[in-house]
């Protein structure tokens, strides 16, 4: 045999042996499948992923008695303890990696708060609307806040809110008075521009969107307390959709757990 044919036919069959195995294991996909894996509890939910590929949701602890807010990031789901150590979940992660969410704050873990995650650090973001329950929706790369106010057995969301500089804003405070009442602030883009849902004095509901004016500042201090709005419409479903994969929910003090 020639040293040419030979090695002709080494190059035919060194290819065919490094591809030898299951037909699975040669065939590329579109995707790659990651198991996020839980914090040892049965159940886990995400919720967001930014560009970066840095994703959040709530995942159960081990005997599914507890939920904790997750980041995963390069490879690693890493928990995001909340002050109270009890339930929450993250909503949202921001480009930069800014995260927003909700928990149950103390003392007695009976009615939730938003937050804010930035660098290393949680954020508590009270109601400032007069409601007993806030959730933080959303949360743009200037570590502010967008949410709702719910009532206290978060069957009806009441008030949309902004967190910002240390500060809670009532965002019906803030643009001039008109018949729809803003409910739900669901989105903050960089500038400032705010979407989100509200409801007509006849119960119709309508989406909304807040452009921001550079001009006006926002107020330096929180906006205050006023008079609870009568939300004349039916019980709003985004409630449900928010808090279903968060929890056995049975009311505000129900058993926390990611378990639907």
Same mark, same amino acid.
């Given at each position: ?11 035919? @069959? ?32 995400? &919720? ?7 994703? @959040?949701?709530?995942? /159960? ?13 390069? $490879? ?6 909340? #002050? ?9 992660? #921001?480009?930069? +990696?800014?995260?927003?969410? #909700?928990?149950?704050? *103390? ?12 660098? $290393?650090?949680?954020? /508590? ?13 959303? @949360? ?27 500060? +809670?804003?009532?965002? &019906?405070?803030?643009?001039?008075? $008109? *018949? ?23 119960? /119709? ?8 004016? *550079? ?20 019980? /709003?479903? &985004?409630?449900? @959709? ?8 049975? +009311? ?9």
């Amino acid at each position: 045999m020639s040293k040419r044919l030979a090695v002709l036919i080494a190059a035919a @069959v060194v290819p065919a042996l490094t591809f030898a195995g299951p037909a699975h294991a040669r065939t590329q996909y579109p995707y790659k499948l990651i198991d996020l894996g839980t914090f040892g509890g049965h159940l886990g939910f995400a &919720n967001w992923i930014n560009d970066q590929g840095e994703v @959040v949701g709530v995942s /159960d602890l081990p005997g599914d008695q507890n939920a904790q807010p997750f980041l995963w990031k390069n $490879g690693h789901m890493r928990r995001l303890p909340t #002050s109270s150590g009890g339930y929450g979940f993250a909503n949202w992660i #921001s480009p930069q +990696g800014d995260i927003s969410g #909700s928990y149950l704050a *103390p003392p007695h873990q009976k009615y939730f708060h938003g937050f804010l995650w930035r660098d $290393g650090h949680m954020t /508590d973001l009270p109601p400032v609307g007069g409601a007993p329950n806030a959730f933080g929706n959303a @949360v743009n790369d200037h570590g502010q806040v967008v949410g709702n106010e719910n009532n206290a057995t978060n069957t009806q969301e009441l008030i949309a809110a902004l967190w910002s500089g240390g500060h +809670g804003y009532d965002l &019906n405070a803030l643009t001039a008075p $008109g *018949p729809l009442q803003m409910i739900s602030a669901d989105y903050i883009t960089n500038h400032g521009d705010i979407f989100g849902h509200g409801v007509l004095p006849n119960g /119709d509901q309508r989406l909304f969107l807040l452009i921001r004016n *550079p001009c006006v500042p926002l107020p330096p201090a929180s906006t205050p307390a006023r008079p609870l709005p009568a939300i004349t419409g039916p019980p /709003d479903r &985004n409630i449900s @959709v928010n808090l279903a994969p968060h929890a056995a929910h049975h +009311g505000p003090t129900a058993l926390p757990s990611a378990r639907h």
